[in-house]
């Protein structure tokens, strides 16, 4: 099973910067695409931004080119820096990881993996 641990919410002012960060750990056997998303209160999850193996990115309209993802492949560890925070970025972040993993049986499965959630306030 593939745990996720994420670090770096809080409160900051609106134009500051936030850096989460989520590291996986498990029998990991590959990953594939690592993300991050958010849930705003009274609304739905919605992708923030995404990375694949290659490095291509996604981004939300709303946080193009003030946000940024960025992975490290040794350590399993996604990163999202954000810049220009703006109070409607106050939401409940969550990493979602997708791979593969060495299953009990010596095989190897597909999972799909969530963080805890970690809490950005935006607030002056």
């Known amino acids: 099973q593939v745990q996720l641990v994420e670090s770096g919410g809080g409160l900051v002012q609106p134009g500051g910067s936030l850096r989460l960060s989520c590291a996986a750990s498990g029998p990991i056997f590959s990953i594939n695409t690592m993300g991050w998303y958010r849930q705003a209160p009274g609304k739905e999850r919605e992708l923030v931004a995404a990375v694949t193996p290659g490095g291509d990115t996604n981004y939300a309209d709303s946080v193009k080119g003030r946000f940024t993802i960025s992975r490290d492949n040794v350590y399993y560890t996604v990163y999202l820096q954000m810049n220009s925070l703006k109070p409607e970025d106050t939401a409940v972040y969550y990493c979602?990881?997708?791979?593969?993993?060495?299953?009990?049986?010596?095989?190897?499965?597909?999972?799909?993996?969530w963080g805890q959630g970690i809490q950005v306030t935006v607030s002056s």
């Open positions: 979602n990881i997708q791979g593969k993993i060495y299953l009990h049986n010596g095989d190897i499965g597909p999972y799909d993996s």
